[in-house]
């Protein structure tokens, strides 16, 4: 039981970091009065690749050596505490500020849209299928652990990685999604700010077991 209560935990702060992303990089573009950085079938194709399998796959957890440790929770115990909402808002967040500062900056200097939709498609699915990594365990930090101990979500990842590469290189998921191949530089850049999304996540995660390691020795003293 207490297992599964970790891993709906785990699944939720999945979901809800990865839906809060969009929504405020479309409010954003609005109120700057910007192009949309990602159309509405990118965001449903996303929506597709990260919500499904990867989700379903991060339910089939075996859970962390700790968790018997645990005092019984009462009735009234939220699924989603403080450190939990927090890391839904900074992956919200940071991804935001990354994907749509990326955007501002190469829509002035004149890249051509199609071009930069796609690499913020890109980056939306890639980062979401990192992070979920860091989704595995609250209680360590991501080198404290194998992120690579689910079989079921490296496949999934890998699944995932692969579809979304047809989406921009196969010509009928082109003209349905309207993306434009990527160079291998794009790529960087992809990869690159979905990795500075988990370690902003990781440096998140560590302050809050910081924190609750000094608690347990204030109240050994």
């Not at 939220?78 to 808002?89: A, Q």
């Not at 500062?101 to 890109?122: K, M, Y």
């Not at 992070?131 to 930090?141: D, G, L, P």
């Not at 979500?153 to 998921?173: Q, R, T």
């Given at each position: 039981?207490?297992?599964?209560?970790?891993?709906?935990?785990?699944?939720?702060?999945?979901?809800?970091?990865?839906?809060?992303?969009?929504?405020?990089?479309?409010?954003?573009?609005?109120?700057?009065?910007?192009?949309?950085?990602?159309?509405?079938?990118?965001?449903?194709?996303?929506?597709?690749?990260?919500?499904?399998?990867?989700?379903?796959?991060?339910?089939?957890?075996?859970?962390?050596?700790?968790?018997?440790?645990?005092?019984?929770?009462?009735?009234?115990?939220?699924?989603?505490?403080?450190?939990?909402?927090?890391?839904?808002?900074?992956?919200?967040?940071?991804?935001?500020?990354?994907?749509?500062?990326?955007?501002?900056?190469?829509?002035?200097?004149?890249?051509?849209?199609?071009?930069?939709?796609?690499?913020?498609?890109?980056?939306?699915?890639?980062?979401?299928?990192?992070?979920?990594?860091?989704?595995?365990?609250?209680?360590?930090?991501?080198?404290?652990?194998?992120?690579?101990?689910?079989t079921y979500l490296n496949w999934s990842i890998v699944l995932?990685?692969?579809?979304?590469?047809?989406?921009?290189?196969?010509?009928?998921?082109?003209?349905?999604?309207?993306?434009?191949?990527?160079?291998?530089?794009?790529?960087?850049?992809?990869?690159?700010?979905?990795?500075?999304?988990?370690?902003?996540?990781?440096?998140?995660?560590?302050?809050?077991?910081?924190?609750?390691?000094?608690?347990?020795?204030?109240?050994?003293?």
């Amino acid at each position: 039981g207490r297992i599964i209560f970790e891993n709906i935990k785990k699944v939720i702060v999945y979901l809800l970091s990865d839906a809060f992303t969009e929504v405020i990089l479309i409010t954003g573009s609005l109120f700057f009065r910007l192009p949309l950085p990602v159309l509405a079938t990118q965001i449903l194709w996303v929506n597709v690749i990260a919500d499904s399998f990867p989700a379903f796959a991060l339910s089939f957890e075996k859970g962390e050596e700790e968790v018997m440790n645990d005092k019984p929770r009462p009735k009234q115990y939220p699924i989603l505490d403080n450190e939990m909402k927090i890391l839904i808002f900074i992956v919200g967040i940071s991804a935001d500020l990354l994907l749509f500062g990326l955007f501002f900056f190469f829509f002035r200097s004149g890249d051509n849209l199609d071009h930069l939709r796609t690499i913020v498609f890109g980056a939306l699915g890639i980062n979401s299928l990192l992070y979920v990594y860091s989704c595995k365990n609250f209680r360590k930090t991501i080198w404290h652990y194998n992120p690579f101990s689910n079989t079921y979500l490296n496949w999934s990842i890998v699944l995932g990685i692969g579809v979304m590469a047809l989406s921009v290189y196969w010509s009928p998921l082109q003209t349905l999604l309207r993306t434009v191949p990527l160079t291998p530089a794009d790529w960087i850049i992809v990869f690159g700010l979905g990795i500075v999304q988990v370690i902003l996540i990781e440096i998140t995660k560590w302050f809050f077991l910081s924190k609750q390691y000094h608690k347990k020795i204030l109240k050994r003293v």
